[in-house]
Every structure is written in structure tokens, then in C-alpha cells.
């Protein structure tokens, strides 16, 4: 691709800073391999505080992180309205210096079509990025539907309606871009959040991380309020002191707003020497912690977003060999397979039995994690997703007659 006609596209993405927003990270970089001029706005955060520098030469432009939504509608009417004056103001400014023809908009919030409808008389056009479902996120968060998810239906379908091509994380988001997007089967793309293999070798546990436990539990990712933390740590508390399986540890990896509460809890319930919350970990000391542990969990509950969201963390556990305990999720059931085993919905007495079977069962646990393994090298690594990224991008530019 010559340079003069190389295909520009700019990213945004509001909810995590890039490179740290992996999923957008391996976009990027895979595009930019393919000969496409990739643009990044971002906010900044968690050590990536310049407001623009390249990477591998990808532009990144970042603005200043907006106070993250807990609490209701205004707070998230402020942190959205933060990151849409930013959008424009660097837009315009990535528009002067690089160009672009396609904005590539990751959700949530369902609003970079507003960016998209600014620009599109010039002819750029908008390629959507499903990472969430945002009237279920919604739903999830505050456990009601009401006025502002139909808020957010709205906004989802007029996303869609802007979106000359989507791409989807699964099937079930797929279907929804069909169903409620109303989108046409050729232009929607399954494009899955998988890890780049590469990057998760295989080594030996650290022995200072496992604090001399026989099995070690490891959950790494968001610590919010939909990912289950509670139930995880009720699960615990059950398998500690009612099952009587002492000789255990959980290495919690991630960060997040209710940190505090979790370790709050774990505290009230004598648990402390069995948990260590190492915040968040990248690179050499994220595989150090993962290849410590016996066992990844992902006690995110089952709701209507959970159960046909992929989690990002149950692939890195299977990377690396390790066998999941998870609620019965739809989705959960789809990426793991025979590489996990599945506790009734939102019961944490059930989940805590089903960690004390692989406890007692070494070989199981082996067995399980070659075949989690296998199922990545196989159809889920990033590399199976690259010619679906790449099909959609070839798509948005033949309807733009290029």
C-alpha cells in the first residue's frame, strides 16, 4: 500500500488508556503490519500520562482521565460529556496532522457516533466496535431497566444505524447487531478478544507468590461492581472454613473502585492470609503472577450482559494451561469448553465445591489445562482473529468504493 493512498484510520476508545486497552492495542498494531496510518484518542491513566507520543508507530493521543461513573446519571453524564469535548477538540487536531477515513469507535459509551455523523459529509465513515453491551451493562450495574436503558437502546441502535460496517466480540453480540441493529449479515464481522500467544509463555511458578499454599487461585482483571468480586470471596470464606480446605491462596490481580470493599470483606472474614491483591500487573510481572497459580476463577454472575460477554481473563488462563471455575455462562461455556468447570448461577457454596474437585483431582486439573491450550492455538488465539479484523476493514473500504 503506497503512502499516498494508505488506507488512515483513527480509534477511540474512552474507557482505558492505550497501549494498556489490549484489545485496541492488537488492533492497532495489526493494522499498522497491514500498511494502514493508525490514530489512537484515549484518556490518559495507570502510567500513560502523555497527552501524545508514538508506539511502534501508532499515534496516540490522550486526554486528561475523566472521573470514573459509580454513582448514577449525572456522574456519568459528566464523565461522558469530559470525553466527548475531548474527542472533537483532538479529532480535529489528528485531522490536521495524520487524516483518517475511517473512525473506529469502541464502546462504552454508545456516543462516538456524534463524532462520526461530524465527519462524515467529508467522507469518513464509522466502523463500530462492540466491546459491551451497554443497556445490559446498565442493567447490571443498577439492577433496573427504566428510562435510561431505553436511553441506551437508543443510542445503541442509532450507533448501528451509523455504522457502515460493526465487528462483534462473539456470536451473541453478533446477533445483536443483526437483531436490534438491524445491520445487514455481511457487514458484521466476529472479530473475538483472544491474547496474543507470544505474549503468555508458559514458565515456572514463583514459589514467594504462592506463600507456601498447595493451591493457589488466581483471578486477574477489573475489580468492579458486575465482575462478582463478592461472590468470589463468599466462595472463599465457604471453602475456608465450612469445607475445611485451609491450604489454599488467592492471588487477586487487577484494579478497580471496589478494591476497598473487597479487601474490606476479605478482612472482616479472618481471610487475609489467605488473599494477596498485587493491583495491577502488565508484562513480565502479570505472567509471573498467572504461572504461579494452580487455578484461574472468573466468578463473574450470571446477567443478562455476563452471560454472552467473553472475558478476557478465562482466555489467559487457558493460554496458559490453567483449568477455570466459572459460573454457567453462555458465553463462558463457548470460549472454555472442557477447559473449565461450571458452578450453578450466582452460588458461591457451588462455587466453592467445584474449586475443592479440582483441588483433590492434580491430573483433571492438568488434562483440563492442555485442552483450554489447544483450544487457543487451535480457533481462539488474536492470530485466528486477524483475517476477520482485516475482512472488515477490506469490507468498509469497498463500500467506500476504495
Known amino acids: 500500500m503506497a503512502a499516498d493512498t494508505a488506507r488512515k484510520v483513527l480509534i477511540v476508545v474512552e474507557n482505558l488508556p492505550v497501549p494498556l486497552d489490549r484489545r485496541v492495542w492488537l488492533e492497532a498494531t495489526t493494522l499498522k503490519s497491514k500498511g494502514y496510518e493508525v490514530s489512537v484518542i484515549c484518556p490518559t491513566g495507570r502510567g500513560w500520562d502523555k497527552f501524545h507520543e508514538e508506539i511502534e508507530g501508532i499515534h496516540i493521543y490522550r ?93 445503541e441502535r442509532i450507533t448501528f444505524a451509523t455504522a457502515s460496517v460493526s465487528i462483534a466480540t462473539n456470536e451473541s453480540f453478533r446477533a445483536i447487531a443483526l437483531s436490534r441493529g438491524k445491520m445487514k ?101 502479570l505472567l509471573r503472577a498467572l504461572n504461579s497459580c494452580d487455578i484461574g476463577v472468573s466468578p463473574d454472575p450470571k446477567n443478562a450482559m455476563n452471560d454472552i460477554s467473553t472475558m478476557n481473563k478465562v482466555m489467559e488462563y487457558m493460554t496458559l494451561e490453567k483449568p477455570v471455575v466459572q459460573f454457567d455462562l453462555k458465553e463462558g461455556r463457548a470460549s472454555a469448553g472442557e477447559a473449565s468447570v461450571y458452578a450453578a448461577a450466582n452460588d458461591p457454596k457451588d462455587f466453592a465445591a467445584r474449586i475443592a474437585d479440582l483441588m483433590d483431582a492434580p491430573e483433571r486439573r492438568a488434562e483440563m489445562g492442555k485442552v483450554g491450550r489447544a483450544r487457543v492455538l487451535d480457533k481462539l488465539s488474536w492470530a485466528h482473529s486477524v483475517p476477520h479484523l482485516l475482512a472488515a476493514y477490506d469490507r468498509i473500504f469497498a463500500k467506500m468504493g476504495r
Open 63 to 155: 486526554y486528561p482521565e475523566p472521573v470514573e461513573a459509580h454513582s448514577g446519571a449525572v456522574a456519568y453524564a459528566r464523565e461522558y460529556l469530559h470525553s466527548l469535548w475531548h474527542w472533537f477538540r483532538l479529532a480535529r487536531k489528528v485531522r490536521r496532522e495524520r487524516g483518517f477515513d475511517v473512525i473506529h469507535g469502541c464502546n462504552p459509551p454508545d456516543l462516538v457516533f456524534l463524532l462520526a455523523w461530524l465527519y462524515r459529509p467529508f467522507g469518513v465513515r464509522y466502523l463500530f466496535d462492540h466491546h459491551d453491551v451497554c443497556p445490559e451493562l446498565f442493567e447490571a450495574k443498577f439492577d433496573k431497566k427504566g428510562l435510561l436503558y431505553n436511553v441506551m437502546l437508543i443510542w
Open 185 to 285: 449479515p455481511e457487514d458484521v464481522f466476529v472479530v473475538r478478544s483472544a491474547p496474543k500467544i507470544e505474549k503468555f509463555e508458559i514458565r515456572p511458578a514463583d514459589p514467594e507468590m504462592r506463600k507456601g499454599a498447595g493451591t493457589v487461585l488466581g483471578y486477574v482483571g477489573v475489580i468492579g461492581q458486575q465482575e462478582g468480586m463478592d461472590l468470589l470471596v463468599a466462595a472463599a470464606d465457604h471453602l475456608i472454613r465450612a469445607m475445611g480446605r485451609r491450604d489454599v491462596h488467592f492471588i487477586i490481580v487487577g484494579f478497580g473502585p471496589e478494591v476497598p470493599m473487597v479487601e474490606a470483606d476479605v478482612a472482616q472474614r479472618g481471610l487475609g492470609a489467605h488473599f494477596t491483591f498485587t493491583g495491577a500487573l502488565y508484562g513480565e510481572d
